[in-house]
């Protein structure tokens, strides 16, 4: 539709303010301007954080020749027609007060040519007054120079950042929308230099190693909900537990192509990963929804970044779900049950190191005689299929504590730990010197012994820990351990961290470290071995926070001392492991969020069994 004024009585209803603070606020109405008209191609460019020059050239279909003025006027757009268009709205602008704003501030050029038209026009307002009108030539679309921003408004100058801050917000909108539109190719440049480029490809994923780096991009899993679940369809990408951060900055959501902030959606991605990161500790996502326009209102907020959902919560626990079941998929557990189908059973005790029979068993099944209902042992029914991934953490209970914390977060309540919920298990035996096998009133559980006794140790020595006093002891005879230059100098480093998790050490001589003390649970093991580890989780990540090296230091002292597999078991000891796991708060997962135990209910191994019909 032509520019034109809006009406007085939708102005009133539109949720107006100031919309252009800073320059990334510019820059993120221009952009916003340039996806609105179509373009497959948008380059920034910025001087000096902005204040000097920002340019936004587009590749859309531009400006018509006689609107160009109207464009710059208050409230004058194309996009919204009425009352009723407020409620379904699809473009990112809708209130035709981004150009009169910016160009009352600044001194812009539009450089502009309509598909339609042979010749361009440019226009150039300075602090709202319009110095130049003329035709020019250009290819189809619109470039924005927007110079000199705040110059005469010094109250708004004194509230601007450092360069390098106003640089970091700029960089800050332009990731935000090369997220959302990949099929956009997009370029930024800061003083010359390119800080941001994609390719337009098309793929989220291909955008993300330009805004995540490639080696977060590299563990971050793709999601999404099941089609036809209702009308909020969701996707994206999101962090296995391996991979955190120290708050939520790295949760984005995109509704409708569209960057929001909402508490609750970014609660809605944290809760996806309950028992699976520590408390503290927060994943990285990217969570694009989508929901027909009259299910959302974006008119909610002066900056559009909040918006308002007719049902917050299917939008809460279709983002919660989705993210769940891809981790639960990603995690892949061994397939319990595919061991315990009928052809297989004799290779249950194997012993170690005898390879196990091929997984898809040779023996031929004879033709279904159409309509038998009853199920035979060899045509392993759909429903009595081995269950893989998400099906068998199902199992295990993961998801009954992921719905349990989503009612806790419907409920307004904080998610408390969740209580174990294991209950008493009574122990069988032991299978490859590596898994317990124990009975409990749901069926067959099957324990990774090292992961356990992980999770075992790790909440004892946090407890520890939260309680300022992780137990340490001396050693009859201090260590000298040599190290590697750089770990010895990693270890120095952090001597009052390291002191606070129980290790006293101390520099001696070059390159030599000499170990006073160290957390009891570590006086056994072989300590020139776990100081060049420790070193290494000291080291990774650039600057990490005192937080993390923290979680890292005891995850590492919890899988040095925790039994290996392979290791024989007595029963006394298996009962031991299963009864502080049992008292654990999240016993389903080792420290590193991987599985500690399978389980196999009596259901299934009845079906397996063929007893169900
Ligand atoms: P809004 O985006 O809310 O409509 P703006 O003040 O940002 O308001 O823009 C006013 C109008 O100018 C838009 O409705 C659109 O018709 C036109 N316009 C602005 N920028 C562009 C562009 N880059 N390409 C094509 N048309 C544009
Ligand atoms: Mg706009």
């Not at 600044?106 to 130049?132: Q, Y």
Request: hydrophobic residues 40%; negative net charge.
């Amino acid at each position: 539709m032509p520019i034109h004024i809006l009406p007085e009585n939708l102005v009133a209803r539109i949720a107006a303010g100031e919309v252009v603070e800073r320059p990334a606020a510019a820059v993120k109405e221009l952009v916003e301007n340039a996806i609105d008209a179509g373009a497959s191609e948008i380059r920034v460019e910025c001087a000096e954080g902005g204040r000097k020059l920002l340019r936004i050239t587009d590749n859309g279909r531009g400006i018509p020749s006689d609107e160009v003025e109207l464009a710059f006027t208050h409230h004058a757009t194309s996009k919204l027609a009425d009352d009723e268009g407020l409620n379904h709205i699809l473009t990112l602008g809708f209130r035709g007060e981004a150009l009169a704003s910016i160009a009352s501030v600044s001194t812009v050029t539009c450089v502009t040519r309509h598909v339609d038209e042979t010749a361009g026009t440019l226009l150039r307002i300075d602090n709202g007054r319009i110095l130049t009108r003329e035709r020019i030539g250009r290819p189809p679309g619109t470039t924005m120079t927007v110079e000199n921003l705040f110059a005469r408004v010094p109250a708004r100058l004194k509230f601007l950042k450092s360069n390098q801050t106003e640089r970091g917000q700029i960089d800050g909108v332009l990731t935000r929308y090369a997220l959302a539109y990949p099929g956009i190719r997009f370029a930024l440049t800061h003083d010359g230099r390119v800080t941001l480029q994609t390719q337009g490809s098309g793929l989220l994923r291909d955008v993300l190693p330009h805004t995540h780096g490639a080696d977060v991009a590299e563990r971050l899993i793709p999601f999404t909900n099941e089609p036809g679940a209702g009308t909020v369809q969701v996707e994206g990408y999101a962090s296995l537990p391996t991979l955190d951060h120290n708050n939520r900055s790295k949760i984005q959501i995109f509704v409708n192509g569209r960057p929001v902030q909402d508490t609750r959606l970014a609660y809605a991605v944290v809760q996806a990963y309950h028992t699976l990161l520590m408390t503290g500790r927060y994943p990285i996502a990217v969570v694009m929804v989508r929901l027909p326009p009259e299910d959302v209102d974006v008119n909610a907020h002066p900056t559009k970044a909040e918006v308002r959902f007719r049902d917050p919560d299917s939008v809460f626990g279709a983002i919660q779900r989705a993210i769940r079941k891809a981790l639960l998929a990603a995690m892949t557990p061994p397939e319990p049950p595919s061991v315990l189908s009928a052809v297989d059973l004799p290779g249950l005790v194997r012993p170690a190191g005898e390879a196990s029979p091929a997984s898809d068993e040779t023996i031929e099944p004879p033709r279904a005689t159409g309509g038998d209902p009853v199920p035979r042992l060899w045509e392993r029914p759909a429903a009595a299929a081995p269950l893989r991934g998400a099906e068998a953490w199902e199992r295990v209970g993961i998801s009954r504590q992921a719905q349990e914390a989503v009612r806790q977060a419907e409920s307004g309540r904080d998610a408390a730990p969740l209580p174990g919920a294991l209950p008493a298990l009574r122990i069988l035996g032991q299978l490859a010197n590596a898994y317990v096998i124990a009975e409990g009133p749901e069926g067959l559980y099957l324990i990774d012994q090292h992961a356990a006794h992980e999770r075992v140790l790790f909440e004892r020595m946090l407890a520890q820990r939260e309680l300022g006093a992780v137990v340490s002891q001396s050693l009859l005879d201090p260590l000298p351990v040599p190290l590697p230059s750089d770990s010895a100098w990693l270890i120095e480093e952090n001597l009052p961290l390291l002191h606070d998790l129980g290790f006293d050490l101390e520099s001696f001589g070059t390159n030599t470290v000499l170990v006073r003390a160290v957390p009891a649970l570590m006086v056994q093991d072989d300590l020139p071995a776990a100081l060049r580890e420790l070193a290494g989780d000291l080291e990774r990540g650039d600057a990490p926070l005192q937080r993390d090296i923290e979680s890292r230091v005891l995850r590492r002292v919890c899988k040095r001392m925790a039994i290996k597999a392979g290791r024989v078991l007595a029963l006394s000891e298996m009962q031991a492991l299963v009864r502080d796991l049992e008292a654990c708060e999240s016993p389903r997962t080792c420290p590193h969020g991987r599985p500690t135990m399978l389980q196999l209910g009596l259901g299934q191994l009845e079906k397996q069994f063929g007893r169900m019909g």
